[in-house]
T-cell receptor, first 111, second 114 residues
Framework: NAGVTQTPKFRVLKTGQSMTLLCAQDMNHEYMYWYRQDPGMGLRLIHYSVGEGTTAKGEVPDGYNVSRLKKQNFLLGLESAAPSQTSVYFC??????????FGEGSRLTVL | SQELEQSPQSLIVQEGKNLTINCTSSKTLYGLYWYKQKYGEGLIFLMMLQKGGEEKSHEKITAKLDEKKQQSSLHITASQPSHAGIYLCGADRLSGGGADGLTFGKGTHLIIQP
């Protein structure tokens, strides 16, 4: 089982560039999440989705957009990257209640 | 919003010793989750606690949720190098449902000295 897969795993951007992180899960989970992890800040929720075609804001949504066109995929977009968005991004999914299943992370550096 | 405080922030323990990590909430915990993260990798689920006074064990790791459901502890017995990493506690952001995910503590960095 692949579980939760994130692509790309590493990316370097220049300030102002755009990019999309892709998260795919093969567990038929309804709920999907994007978190960012920064030193001293822990994991913070960016956006989440409770089903295909739905999205909602988390704790730190500014500067990011998301889309869930298919149940198995959750995309995180940066329209104009800033150095403050340098972070490790984690996607997670969940069936309902119960644990979140995490991807291995995507390390983004914005110069 | 719910905030989780973890203590200690970091911990250096000699191999074979026992240790405890704490997670304290300002509000009632409706679901408390423990994860482990190896440096540079994803999060691995350890245990979930929901009921006051609940205790669960897996191998040498035991997690407890207090009766008031505001504090949880993670205890490792006879620590090994494989226990090294970052331990995070997470809690359901709102009561029940689970749709809006978990809020996490900042983590405890555990180093095991041989």
């Amino acid at each position: 089982n692949a579980g939760v897969t994130q692509t790309p795993k590493f990316r370097v951007l220049k300030t102002g560039q755009s990019m999309t992180l892709l998260c795919a899960q093969d567990m038929n989970h309804e709920y999907m999440y994007w978190y960012r992890q920064d030193p001293g800040m822990g994991l913070r929720l960016i956006h989440y989705s409770v089903g295909e075609g739905t999205t909602a804001k988390g704790e730190v949504p500014d500067g990011y957009n998301v889309s869930r066109l298919k149940k198995q995929n959750f995309l995180l977009g940066l329209e104009s990257a800033a150095p403050s968005q340098t972070s490790v991004y984690f996607c997670a999914s969940r069936l309902g209640t119960g644990e979140l299943f995490f991807g291995e992370g995507s390390r983004l550096t914005v110069l | 919003s719910q905030e989780l405080e973890q203590s200690p922030q970091s911990l250096i323990v000699q191999e074979g010793k026992n240790l405890t990590i704490n997670c304290t909430s300002s509000k009632t915990l409706y679901g408390l989750y423990w994860y482990k993260q190896k440096y540079g990798e994803g999060l691995i689920f350890l245990m979930m606690l929901q009921k006051g006074g609940e205790e669960k064990s897996h191998e040498k790791i035991t997690a407890k949720l207090d009766e008031k459901k505001q504090q949880s502890s993670l205890h490792i017995t006879a620590s090994q190098p494989s226990h090294a990493g970052i331990y995070l506690c997470g809690a359901d952001r709102l009561s029940g449902g689970g749709a809006d995910g978990l809020t996490f503590g900042k983590g405890t960095h555990l180093i095991i000295q041989p």
